[in-house]
């Protein structure tokens, strides 16, 4: 009976190690390829390395060297040179297209402040549906501070 117990333990300990891990895999993986974006932005690293783990239209608009002058420009006049960032959030989803063909994607989220202290949130959207994770898209949002409410104006 001792054995038996044992070895149900040990089965189930194993199949839900493996259920946990293929998401583990997948989220190192992007979370490279996003540092690896964010340093061919702000610290000029080879986007040639990076577009390997692109699709080829994230490439063409984000990688290209009019998108990444175009993406530097706006970056440095928005918010400075990024100080640094870090992981926020993990999401996985499904998107349909016109077509309504569905697409399983993954989202990882990166919070950075830049010199002018402005809170900066990337979010980078990985098509799953191959083996391997590929980067599809890529957002920016600046955060503001809302301005505090005066006493006067809210009685």
């Known amino acids: 009976m001792k054995k038996l117990l044992l070895i149900v333990t040990i089965l189930a300990m194993s199949i839900s190690s493996i259920c946990f891990a293929s998401d583990g895999s997948n989220l190192d993986a ?46 440095k006049d928005a918010f400075g040179s990024l100080k640094g960032a870090f992981f926020v959030a993990y999401a996985k989803f499904n998107i349909a297209d016109k077509d309504k063909k569905v697409t399983p994607v993954n989202q990882v989220s990166f919070r950075g402040v830049g010199d002018k202290d ?22 920016v949002n600046v955060l503001k501070a809302q301005p505090k409410a005066n006493s006067e104006e809210t009685k």
């Open 30 to 75: 992007e979370q490279k390829i996003a540092t690896a974006v964010l340093n061919v932005y702000y610290k000029n690293g080879n986007a040639e390395e990076v577009k390997q783990f692109c699709s080829a239209d994230f490439s063409k608009n984000f990688l290209a060297t009019t998108g990444l002058e175009k993406i530097r420009k706006e970056s």
């Open 118 to 139: 402005t809170p900066i949130d990337y979010v980078f959207l990985f098509d799953v549906s191959g083996k391997k994770p590929i980067l599809a898209s890529m957002r």
